[in-house]
């Protein structure tokens, strides 16, 4: 339960409702509803349940229905929580008792005169000087027992505000504000039978609270997407969220996900308990039957850049290319395969049961972007063990005067398995934008304006080489 309390009355929020909307970008909408009382005249509130990384010029406190005629005349926001070097400073230049506990369990009370307090607002704090018997101390010499809180001392983070009134009104109010100190991230498990690939995906959500407060029962949502924020050291200016249109929900596993502007909101079903630096998981998908296939790919040249027009330019003959045949998976994003929702950006964790024994073991993983539905998802999960391949610059020829060059290129792909392997072998055009292809030992597939691909099916322990010119005009 959240109270608000007022100077000259306490009003307790019996209907209080805590609603957070949280960004990737350490960022979140705080709302608070809160039952105020109000009298004719000025009425002087604090609430002190903030968080400790409120954005104080964002905070709104509000009649979300429009009626009660009230308008705020002083907003303010406290971050200074009481604590033992602040009561300290409190009580410089005057004598308070220290209580100090032996093993054998005699208390003794000494009183002592704190010359400084060691309390350096908003820096490090200083070692204490204590006066006691006459003689300076550069540390406590007991545990401070003060007789008072302190004049204007807070327990907590506090906001507050003197609010004209023009008649006495009661009502729900909406305080609402962002705050640093939260962030979400999606997490995902692919569990693979140990042969074929239908594989089970799951989806978690991880939400992590570092904003100093503890929420109890919040309605949380989630924002997935980048929102323009004015970085601190810029000119401020209001940050803006365009909020166009919204779209129907999707149900999917705890959450519900829909279209938010030119983003995607996804809204907890269930509310959620979340202390200070706490991190909780909600499980958000599940798709028992996802359609995923293996690929193998051999992509040897994909670290050179366009316009290498010299053989000097990029490997020479010889030159040792990469031999690791990399692992992806690949799987369409759509309700036919068991999925079709707006997938957050996050990472995805590849197990494989081993029929042996029944347990899943970890086989690799990637991080994926955002992803819309009906899109491909292909992650990286490492490179195969059993496979080998092997490019080499058979010949390079030039001719500045008829404008044209050769290179000559030959690719070995190895299964070193005891299973048939099918490899793509990928290959970039990068040395001019006009190309085509001649005496290729087999037929490959153009893919763009500077990449083509050749696929190799390979039985156990079969190798196969892979040929090609690269005639260049300008």
């Known amino acids: 339960m959240r109270t608000l309390i007022l100077t000259t009355a306490l009003v307790t929020a019996a209907h209080a409702e805590t609603a957070l909307t949280i960004y990737n970008q350490n960022l979140a909408v705080v709302r608070e509803t809160l039952a105020l009382d109000l009298k004719a005249g000025e009425t002087p509130l604090t609430f002190d349940r903030a968080t400790a990384q409120v954005l104080p010029d964002s905070v709104v406190l509000r009649d979300p229905a429009g009626k009660a005629a009230f308008s705020i005349l002083e907003q303010s ?70 007789p008072a809180l302190g004049d204007g001392s807070i327990l907590r983070p506090t906001l507050g505000w003197t609010i004209q009134s023009q008649a006495d009104a009661k009502f729900d109010a909406q305080l609402s504000y962002l705050s640093n100190g939260f962030a979400w991230e999606a997490d995902y498990n692919l569990v693979a039978p140990e042969k074929g690939e239908t594989v089970t995906l799951t989806g978690w959500v991880t939400v992590n609270n570092n904003s100093g407060t503890a929420f109890n029962q919040a309605k949380v949502k989630l924002v997935a997407g980048e929102v323009n924020i004015i970085e601190p050291d810029m000119p401020p200016a209001p940050m803006e969220m365009r909020m166009m249109k919204a779209m129907a929900d999707a149900p999917f596993g705890g959450v519900t996900e829909k279209a938010f502007d030119d983003f995607h909101l996804y809204t907890l079903q269930r509310p959620l308990t979340i202390r200070d630096k706490e991190t909780k998981q909600v499980e958000f998908l599940r798709a028992p039957s996802v359609k995923a296939a293996k690929k ?71 991080d994926i972007d955002h992803t819309p539905r009906n899109e491909d998802v292909s992650i990286y999960t490492g490179n195969a063990f059993d496979l080998v391949g092997e490019r080499k610059i058979a010949n390079f020829e030039r001719d500045d005067r008829a404008e044209w060059m050769k290179e000559t290129i030959e690719i070995t792909v190895k299964n070193r398995s005891k299973e048939p392997k099918e490899i793509i072998v990928r290959e970039h055009l990068w040395r001019w934008l006009n190309w085509k292809i001649e005496n290729a030992s087999m037929e490959p597939v153009k893919k763009d304006a500077q990449k083509i691909e050749f696929t190799v099916k390979l039985a156990p322990d079969e190798e196969k080489k892979v040929t090609y010119t690269a005639h260049y005009t300008w």
């Open 77 to 146: 926001y406290r971050n200074d929580p009481v604590s033992r070097s602040l009561l300290l400073s409190h009580f410089e230049g005057q004598s308070i008792d220290f209580r100090t506990v032996y093993p054998d369990g005699k208390v003794e009370l000494k009183p002592g005169k704190i010359i400084r307090s060691g309390h350096v607002p908003g820096g490090q704090p200083q070692d204490p000087i204590i006066e006691v018997d006459g003689k300076l101390r550069f540390q406590l010499p007991g545990e401070p027992l003060f």
């Open 296 to 366: 193998y790919i051999y992509d040897p040249a994909a670290m050179f850049r366009f316009g290498g027009g010299a053989p000097q330019t990029g490997p020479a003959h010889g030159h040792e290319f990469p031999k690791d045949v990399a692992i992806y998976w690949e799987f369409k994003n759509e309700e036919a395969n068991g999925l079709g929702v707006p997938l957050p950006a996050g990472r995805v964790r590849f197990y494989r049961s081993d029929d042996q024994d029944g347990n899943l073991e970890f086989v690799g993983e990637n």
